[in-house]
């Protein structure tokens, strides 16, 4: 049948030259893209009634969308007859499930989840039980009281299943900072154009996919559009862990004319997407059957508790959470959107403890400002006898981060040749006490511009290359465009150039200050180590003639 049909197309490419007959080709093709547009349309009104309870209406626009495709006639265009059919599979489905529902509509519970019971829910429910995953199923459990309450209070305001607070449960472990395989990360797991999708923003300073709260209105907006397209909850579940577009093939390649549920996709599913709806399923009947499960007993997280102040400085959590007596841990975990533990500054709400906000305000100009890294990342390549602890040391920076960096799963297993991503480190920009002229104490930032060189730069500064290399952990002399350099500068540079120092003022630019003081932008930029497009800060100190 499908050769027959192949060589009818290709005739009709070689031989039809008649441009009547392709006007009225074109002319089809509209029409019945027309019409399938408004089928599209009607079901969508469909799904809105059905989520409203108005089964009849929900009905009604099935059969008006039926309508709209059986009147188009395409069957020379592969690409309409597949949307077609598409359509209509679409329809037969929903109408199944709009009268499966009637019963529990009655009820006023419409979006529930159905808690089904089958070989494949078994056999996860033994694995989080008694079997091998029982220790990653109570240690996420625990962890779920963190995060829980919130997912509960968002998903009951947008009119979804409260049940979905148990996804992160299968996605992640209720981890902010999990990370697979396929590069998906955070609480939801989100990839990073999903993430942008809906609304998550990454850039130099966050990655608003590692944040709870920001990720969790995401994910209600995701699983909200993929409902509309699937209408049943385990379809949908499948979709948020495979991508829609898969399950869509699946479906599309169905032998049958309707799905009853889910579970006549089951077996034609990636082993890992299929196994995703049992286990979420297995959760369900543990977490409502703690007894019997011995879940009644476990003690879970203290929900999550915070009150949050707005931040002008790009400071470090490391030096916020000295200055107000608390662990730089407690911020990371009330703030893990921060890729780099830095502030971006611009009104930035900061989560702090409740309690410690007034104290935080108090502390304010005892804080110094931070950059992150110029770079993300420096490589490099694996010598014979390196190990990722020399590795490590070499660059000063953690196991665990060059490791996430890399996506590997053990410490000791690198292969020499191999090139590795280094995260780079913050800096630290120290705040005078005085307003005076800086001693050696006093660490600066230069932005490297084109024909800059170490030598150049010591000269500008009144310092030495060495100490620039030794300062900016530089291995060699080589620099390169916009890389920024801390500087410490002579204690004597200021006085003898006639320098004074400037604290920045809320609204200041670079230009506005050097008109103030009848300067040329070139040379206050080029005296403060800045670029046309750096940008400044309130508080931040910077030199003046």
């Known amino acids: 049948m499908e050769a027959t049909q192949g060589s009818g197309v290709d005739q009709s490419k070689t031989t039809d030259t008649n441009p009547s007959k392709t006007d009225e080709t074109v002319s ?59 359509i209509r599979f679409l329809i037969s489905k929903r109408i199944l499930e709009i009268s499966a529902s009637r019963n529990i509509v009655v009820n006023g519970n419409y979006n529930a989840i159905p808690r089904v019971m089958n070989k494949h829910v078994k056999a996860e429910i033994n694995l989080f039980s008694i079997g091998r995953e029982k220790k990653f199923f109570i240690e996420s459990y625990k962890r779920s009281g963190k ?54 923003k990454r850039n130099t300073y966050i ?37 829609e577009s898969r399950v869509l093939r699946v479906i599309r390649n169905q032998n049958i004319n309707y ?40 003690q879970t997280d203290a929900h999550l508790e915070f009150e949050t102040v ?87 920076v953690s196991m665990h981060r060059i490791a996430m960096a890399n996506n590997i799963r053990k410490h000791h297993y690198i292969i020499a040749g191999k090139t590795l991503k280094i995260p780079q480190k913050s800096i630290i920009l120290s705040r005078s006490k005085k307003d005076d002229a800086p001693t050696y104490k006093n660490i600066f930032t230069h932005i490297v511009k084109p024909g800059d060189s170490l030598w150049i730069i010591a000269k500008r500064y009144g310092t030495t290359t060495k100490k620039i290399q030794e300062l900016n952990n530089l291995s060699n002399s080589n620099l390169y465009i916009r890389q920024v350099l801390k500087i410490v500068e002579s204690k004597k540079r200021p006085a003898q150039s006639g ?22 932008l070139e040379n206050f930029l080029n005296i403060n180590g800045l670029t046309p497009r750096s940008k400044i800060y309130p508080k931040q100190k910077l030199y003046i003639k």
């Open 147 to 200: 995060y829980r309450p919130y997912i509960v209070e968002a998903l009951k305001k947008a009119g979804l299943p409260v049940e979905l607070s148990w996804l992160p449960l299968i996605e992640s472990g209720f981890k902010v900072n999990a990370f697979s395989k396929a590069r998906a990360l955070g609480l939801w797991q989100f990839i990073a154009s999903t993430g942008y999708k809906f609304g998550l």
């Open 259 to 298: 799905l009853d549920n889910f579970w006549d996709l089951y077996e034609r599913l990636p082993r890992e997407t299929a196994r995703f709806v049992p286990r979420f399923l297995a959760t369900l009947h543990l977490v409502n059957n703690p007894k019997k499960y011995g879940l009644d007993k476990i």
């Open 499 to 520: 320098l004074k120092s400037y604290n920045v003022k809320r609204g200041d630019s670079p230009f506005k200050i050097a008109k103030r003081y009848n300067m040329s």
């Open 310 to 396: 707005n931040m002008s400085i790009p400071a470090h959590l490391k030096t916020i959470a000295k200055a107000i007596g608390l662990s730089k841990n407690v911020l990371r975990g009330l703030n893990p959107e921060l890729r780099f533990q830095i502030l971006p500054g611009d009104n930035y709400p900061l989560r702090v403890p409740p309690g410690k906000g007034v104290e935080l305000i108090a502390k304010l100009d005892e804080i110094p400002a931070s950059i992150p890294p110029s770079r993300r990342f420096v490589y490099h390549k694996i010598k014979p006898g390196e190990t990722l602890s020399t590795i490590s040391r070499r660059y000063r």
């Open 207 to 243: 990655d608003e996919r590692l944040d709870p709260l920001k990720s969790t209105a995401a994910a209600i907006a995701y699983l909200k559009e993929l409902h509309q397209i699937f209408g049943d909850w385990a379809t949908v579940l499948a979709a948020y862990n495979s991508g």
């Open 28 to 86: 089809r093709y509209q029409d019945a893209q027309s019409a399938l547009d408004e089928a599209l349309d009607f079901v969508r009104a469909s799904q809105d009634f059905w989520q409203k309870g108005e089964l009849e209406n929900a009905i009604e626009s099935l059969d008006q969308a039926y309508s709209h495709i059986l009147g188009i006639d395409a069957d020379d265009v592969p690409k309409i007859m597949q949307q077609k059919e598409d």
